[in-house]
């Protein structure tokens, strides 16, 4: 099994052959369930996880109570704050739960180490990945900045909704995705369902204008 996810995984492919046998004598392969917390800030960093399927959130709790989530961990992802944690032998600095069942190979510190000392292509794909995430991060907070939240929370229903239209969701879940106050998202939701767009319903929302939605989105901007 450990072969196969090697040779499935596309940037993992390329990697020399001492490289591959590295992570199939010290890769684990752990099934994480929903829900489960990986990791708290202060926590110290002992493994480097590759995710196979599911979704790990990975956020912030910010001084004034307020969730923020930074980014999300998915299908052969990596995971730029255990990175940086593993490089610099520090603590995490933020929080990451499992959002779905995640099933993901897990590296030791040790084997992460000896790999990034050893092989180019695995220190190439360790920062690729970096970098990849520096950079939508800087699209996200660009975003937060400047483009408005009800034209934010349009294009994230659009994202999460399922072939009947329907969102499981909470207002606080909307909120932390969007960087604001679940206020805020309460009353574009309103703003929304007033217009006819959507339906608030109990758990979460129901869209009946994804046109209207779409459109919002796709707006041009300023």
């Not at 960093?45 to 923020?68: D, H, N, Y």
């Not at 050893?118 to 360790?126: D, E, K, P, T």
């Not at 690729?128 to 995430?133: E, L, M, N």
Request: charged share 25%; hydrophobic share 45%; net charge neutral.
């Amino acid at each position: 099994m450990t072969d196969n996810w090697i040779d499935l995984n596309p940037a993992l492919q390329a990697l020399d052959a001492d490289a591959k046998n590295i992570l199939r004598e010290g890769a684990i392969r752990k099934q994480i369930p929903r829900g489960t917390v990986l990791f708290r800030p202060g926590d110290s960093c002992a493994q480097f996880p590759f995710v196979v399927s599911g979704s790990i959130r990975v956020q912030r709790l910010t001084e004034t109570g307020k969730e923020i989530v930074l980014y999300r961990v998915t299908d052969n992802e990596t995971c730029i704050l255990t990175t940086a944690a593993l490089v610099s032998e520090d603590a995490h600095s933020a929080e990451g739960v499992a959002e779905t069942d995640v099933t993901a190979y897990i590296l030791s510190a040790e084997r992460f180490n000896q790999l990034m000392n050893l092989s180019a292509g695995f220190r190439a794909l360790v920062f690729d990945g970096y970098a990849r995430r520096i950079a939508a991060l800087m699209t996200r907070i660009e975003e937060i900045i400047c483009v408005p939240v009800n034209v934010r929370l349009a294009e994230r229903l659009l994202a999460m909704k399922s072939e009947d239209q329907r969102i499981e969701t909470t207002q606080q879940a909307l909120a932390a995705d969007l960087a604001t106050a679940r206020e805020v998202i309460g009353r574009a939701l309103k703003s929304f369902e007033a217009s006819g767009w959507v339906k608030i319903t109990r758990g979460g929302v129901e869209i009946l204008d994804r046109r209207a939605l779409t459109a919002l989105r796709d707006a041009p901007r300023d």
